[in-house]
């Protein structure tokens, strides 16, 4: 399983889509909410809020979607884990071009922990069989915040 330690000043960007269903919303402001917590109990230095789109034409995407998905790609390459399902590449019929093109599907909320402005982490994303959730990354900026780096242990079948 992957893990992170975070060392120096640490930011967290909580990206959602612009237009979330009221049940997302409302999780993705009980995150922030958290997120804001951590800040004030001095656990993280700063968190901010961004929207993106729920999806754009690869071949048309706005140049600051399109610099931060590649860091999300980078950092999911360098770390041996995968952002499928969450990020998704889609073929969808375009009416204005009358063809079928390739699109960028954003997940409804997205959580990037940036450690002195490197990428350490985003969440949700996938380690192996295993799904590391947007609630396990708040989990881990509070475990590494108290010095609890340490795996849960497991029961031996």
């Not at 656990?43 to 931060?68: A, Q």
């Not at 402005?117 to 959730?133: I, R």
Request: glycine letters at 6%; aromatic letters at 8%.
């Amino acid at each position: 399983m992957h893990t992170n330690t975070y060392e120096g000043d640490i930011e967290v960007v909580l990206f959602e889509r612009g237009e979330l269903p009221p049940p997302a919303e409302r999780q993705a402001t009980a995150v922030y909410e958290r997120l804001e917590s951590l800040v004030e109990a001095g656990h993280i230095d700063s968190v901010s809020r961004e929207t993106w789109v729920k999806r754009t034409p690869l071949d048309d995407c706005d140049g600051d979607l399109r610099d931060t998905y590649l860091s999300f790609e980078s950092w999911a390459e360098e770390t041996g884990v995968s952002l499928q399902p969450f990020f998704q590449t889609r073929e969808c019929f375009t009416p204005s071009e009358g063809e079928h093109t390739d699109w960028l599907v954003m997940p409804a909320f997205c959580v990037a922990v940036y450690a002195e402005t490197d990428l350490s982490a985003v969440y949700p994303h996938a380690d192996g069989n295993d799904t590391q959730t947007v609630e396990d990354g708040l989990q881990a900026l509070l475990d590494e915040a108290s010095g609890d780096t340490t795996p849960e242990p497991l029961a031996a079948d």
